[in-house]
């Protein structure tokens, strides 16, 4: 959380084989290949980060540099591109800029790239954050970069073979909702009782459960090359950042950390294209950062790197136990989806500006100015938003690329129906939209659901974009 509130069908891939005259051909043309690459994203000094709680502002520093990482898979019918950014979130029109490139360089078409941001807190939130025309420059620059990553991967496709696995990471995750009892939650900022949810547990008598179960699976897809030599991992965990940062230093959090070890594990005198490491977020936007093991007190980073080495361990563990194949179907899916904007009504609209025209006068909620704020930027706001919802097929894994802060409940929903042997979802991809509540989490209320930049979807908006998911997952799967 910031501590200030913010706010089809297949077309032949641009190299796809031509007429195939004998079945011997046709099944060295189905095989699969692979590509990856990693593009430094780094902004320089004096460019907004997002922070925690205090810890945003200008870049004074950087602990680790920041990488747009990209994973190019063809199966000989279908090209697709998932790419990976270091960066705290990321508007749609950003992406689609990206797309557009890659798509124009490369003939890639933009409906089969997935672009996500991890969600560290210690990188840019574009153009959230934006607070000078450094920044405007830094998110030029990110456009192109990031699409460099895809190119570069694309130009990187080697025959490879894949295969998937989980670990369980449950211990690491604890969700940050807490259900309390009936009338022991404050008025909430706009002045309204009645919410079930306490954002810290402490000792509250009041606490009656965590208001929603976590994911604990951390899902991998590990691409080698044909001799076996690794290609690229790419992980997805449902936690929400670590954290434990320094003011104006840039870090990628445990995603980067997870990416350096896996690097320095797998690296081996035939890297070459680098291997690449990439961590992608799955649904967290209700769970808290990296819990920690011990009870030690951790120096600024030491955790974020300490917790992205325990990951890649347990990574490699599995890693080392799969079986890998190089004859499976890829196929991708878009769907757009128009949804309602939760624009203040005139009630609340007066609200706010009562609040703001008397600055000096006390508010029943400290956060009160704060949200009257949020009320008026969210009244020029246009009554609806198109997102985009896609939907992956890797042979039996399916991946789902959701906007938003997605919450447990929706990543484990989609994994329990989905048709596929292995499904996992990365959140904030395409774009951001806000947190993404489902209904049942609405109704209980807490900072997530309240109206303003950082939530702002329709209530319902969850139930269409999940229903969205599952569709485009039985579509690739019949
Ligand atoms: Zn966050």
């Not at 020029?380 to 409940?409: D, H, N, S, W």
Request: charged residues 20%; proline residues 5%; hydrophobic residues 40%.
């Amino acid at each position: 959380m910031s501590s200030r509130i913010l706010l089809t069908l297949i077309l032949p891939a641009c190299f796809l084989f031509q007429t195939v005259t004998s079945s011997e051909t046709q099944a060295e043309t189905t095989k699969l290949r692979a590509g990856a690459a990693a593009v430094d994203i780094t902004p320089a000094v004096g460019t907004s980060l997002d922070g925690v709680i205090s810890k945003n502002g200008p870049v004074t520093g950087v602990h680790d540099r920041i990488f747009s990482r990209a994973l190019v898979l063809d199966d000989g019918k279908t090209r697709i591109a998932i790419c990976v950014n270091d960066l705290c979130m990321v508007e749609r029109s950003y992406f689609d800029r990206a797309k557009k490139i890659v798509f124009e360089k490369t003939g890639l078409p933009v409906d089969r790239i997935l672009m996500t941001s991890t969600h560290t807190h210690a990188a840019p939130r574009v153009p959230y954050g934006r607070a000078s025309d450094q920044d405007d420059a830094y998110y030029e620059q990110l456009i192109k970069q990031m699409a460099a990553a895809i190119i570069q991967a694309e130009q990187n496709l080697a025959p490879a073979q894949i295969a998937w696995g989980s670990f369980d990471a449950g211990k690491y995750a604890a969700c940050r909702r807490f259900l309390a009892e009936k009338g022991s939650v404050s008025l909430n900022p706009f002045g309204v009782a009645g919410e079930q949810i306490k954002s810290v547990a402490g000792q509250s008598k009041s606490i009656i459960q965590p208001a929603a179960p976590i994911d604990p699976q951390c899902s991998l897809l590990s691409v080698q090359h044909r001799d076996g030599t690794p290609l690229a991992v790419l992980g997805n965990m449902s936690i929400h950042y670590c954290g434990g940062y320094q003011k104006g230093q840039i870090s990628a959090d445990y995603f980067g950390a997870y990416a350096r070890q896996l690097a320095k594990k797998l690296t081996t005198e035939k890297s070459d294209p680098p291997f690449v490491g990439m961590l992608s977020n799955g649904t967290s936007g209700n769970v808290g950062a990296v819990m920690k093991q011990d009870k030690k007190k951790y120096a600024a980073f030491e955790w974020i790197e300490e917790s992205g080495k325990q990951f890649a361990e347990q990574s490699l563990k599995v890693i080392n136990q799969l079986n890998y194949k190089s004859d499976l179907n890829i196929e991708m899916l878009e769907q757009e989806l128009e949804l309602g904007i939760r624009r203040p009504d005139p009630a609340r609209l007066a609200w706010a500006r009562e609040i703001l025209e008397h600055p000096q006068q006390k508010t029943a909620h400290r956060w009160a100015k704060i949200y009257a704020t949020e009320a008026v930027e969210l009244s020029k706001y246009p009554p609806t938003e198109k997102i985009k919802i896609q939907a992956i097929r890797i042979g039996e894994l399916g991946i789902v690329g959701l906007p938003c802060e997605v919450f447990t409940e929706t990543g484990l929903a989609i994994k329990d129906q989905s048709p596929f042997q292995a499904t996992f979802s990365m959140e904030l991809a395409n774009g951001s939209s806000g947190y993404l509540p489902t209904p049942r989490q609405h109704a209980l209320g807490g900072y997530e659901t309240w109206p303003a930049r950082s939530s702002y979807l329709e209530i319902d908006a969850e139930t269409h974009i999940r229903q969205t998911a599952l569709k485009l997952l039985n579509q690739l799967h019949d």
